[in-house]
């Protein structure tokens, strides 16, 4: 990795402002040279980690299960399709968004997007819990960070790297998906369609990255990385499993008479679904319910009065949109915030090399 970066050294006169890796001197003090030999430092550092990652063995690992999963839950969708199950939507509307969510009651199997929904986030755990502690306990990130690159970007190296892997994971089962489905039912996905899933696959992207994000930011906290990896399968078990559980359990403790007020059931209804959706998970199965389903037109509990007069037909890609905007906002925030933690706790730590 070093003898990489001797390649992308910057001018001596930097190299004490630069020696431990943090930014200083302000934007008018940084040099043309320096901005471009920090560049260069940083896209050697993301291929140098994403070589890493696609050879490692644990990845290999990981995708084949991934990768054998999603043939399941296509084969099963493919096998409703042709027995004309139906989700809900009539005839041949929408008939190529029912590869990723329809799946046969015969075989048993979940849909393309549950898969992905409980696997993926495995991606994004095993890529980052030893990112940064690793390194620590090898010995070599004190010695990287001596070399004339900026501290931080260390740091973006490691999830740039990731991002763009789990990035070309997904979307690369994703278009495995539509395309063995235009081969199989030998029918064509519509623009509205197409552009769905495609707003689908960012989407599953981002929510991995949040994963992703928080197995960084427990590689930084912890010096082990097996503490750091049991943390991330813990907190990725108690979102996916035991919150709603939880949630549940408030819902019954906090459940108001059949007798109240029309108010008084919506205001508790309201309450309980707020919780629910502090859970990434929650989001990102409202979110992708939403688009790859546009026959959903609310994601809360609606009254009679709300129902009366309303045109049963499917939603379009904009108004789909529109309904999960808040919960694509709550997905990317909580990604920022994971970032944004790991990022600062790694500037305070302190790095001294081994010898």
Known sequence: MIAKLS?????????????????????ASVSPEREAGSRSAFWVMVQKELGDHIRSWRFTILIGIIVLACIGSIYSSITAIKGGSS?????????????FTLSSSTLSLPTFTTFLSWLGPLIGISLGFDAVNSERN?????????????????????????????????????LSVTGLGLLTIGYPPTPEEFWRILFFLIIAVVYIGFWLNLSILFSIRFRQA???????IAAWLFLTLFYSMIINLIDSATAVSQMA???????HANFILTLNRLSPTELFSETISTLLSPGVRSLGPLTMDQLVGAIS????????????????????AAT???FGL??????RQEVRSRN
């Not at 097996?226 to 991330?232: P, Q, V």
């Not at 890609?317 to 808040?326: N, R």
Request: charged residues 15%.
């Open 226 to 232: 097996a503490t750091s990896a049991l943390s991330g």
């Open 261 to 267: 007020t029309v108010s008084e059931q919506l205001h």
């Open 138 to 174: 090898k010995g070599t990130l004190g010695r990287l960070l001596s070399q004339p690159i900026y501290r931080d970007d260390f740091l973006k190296a490691k999830f740039t790297a990731s991002l763009l892997l789990i990035a070309i994971v997904v979307f690369s089962l994703g």
């Open 336 to 338: 920022v915030l994971c």
């Open 87 to 99: 989700d809900g939507q009539s005839g041949t509307t929408f008939l190529f968004l029912k590869m």
């Open 7 to 27: 390649g992308a050294m910057l001018p001596e006169k930097v190299w004490n402002r630069l020696r431990g890796g943090f930014r200083q001197g302000g934007a």
């Open 313 to 332: 037909s499917p939603l379009s890609l904009g108004q789909s949109l529109l309904l999960v905007w808040p919960q694509l906002t709550g997905l990317l």
């Open 342 to 347: 790991s990022y600062y706790i790694f500037m």
